[in-house]
């Protein structure tokens, strides 16, 4: 899956990949191979023979691009990136109605989709499960981050998804 990171005022392709020999990255500088693992914000991630302890938390919602500002934390250092699937990004926050932006609701890592709880057309308060999708053997409730009303439901259960995949469009 290719994605756009955005890195002060440039923008950046990086595409990560699944295949025989693991993840890749791919991006300017070359193909590195890639492994990741660990829950919820905290990650340890390995670029060829680099070990990298991260840990990542979204800090704000998608500008009119469909970036999501991402505060990654490496060493008591904080670095913040935009970032989005170069699909999620030609396509991102659309306004429709009376002015009401619609917004993603991505994958935070990769996993298999387990339940589906959101039905295109309905109403969601604050904290509501939407779907439940397992990873890394565990099962995590995606839940509302607002009052919001479901406009599509772009998953299905038992679908696998990448980190990055849109799960839902609310408004």
């Keep these: 899956m290719r994605y756009l990171v955005g890195i002060g005022a440039s923008d950046h392709s990086v595409e990560v990949n699944r295949g025989a020999r693991g993840l890749t990255v791919r991006d300017a500088l070359g193909e590195r191979l890639a492994g990741i ?3 919820l914000n905290c990650y340890r991630v390995r670029l060829d023979d680099r070990l990298l302890a991260l840990t990542l938390r979204t800090v704000g919602k998608p500008d009119a691009e469909g ?18 699937s170069a699909r999620d990004a ?4 659309t ?15 990769p996993g298999k989709i387990l339940q589906v709880r959101a039905t295109a057309g309905s109403h969601a308060q604050a904290g509501e499960a939407l779907l439940v999708i397992e990873a ?3 099962e995590n409730e995606v839940c509302a981050e607002t009052d919001c009303d479901i406009v599509e439901v772009r998953v299905r259960a038992g679908e696998t998804v990448d980190a990055g995949a849109v799960l839902l469009i609310v408004r």
């Design 37 to 39: 693992e660990g829950e």
């Design 67 to 84: 970036r999501t500002p991402v505060e990654v934390h490496h060493q008591g250092r904080a670095f913040t990136f935009r970032i989005a």
């Design 90 to 93: 030609r396509s991102g926050v």
């Design 95 to 109: 306004r429709s109605g009376k002015g009401a932006a619609t917004r993603t609701v991505l994958a935070q890592m």
């Design 136 to 138: 890394m053997k565990m």
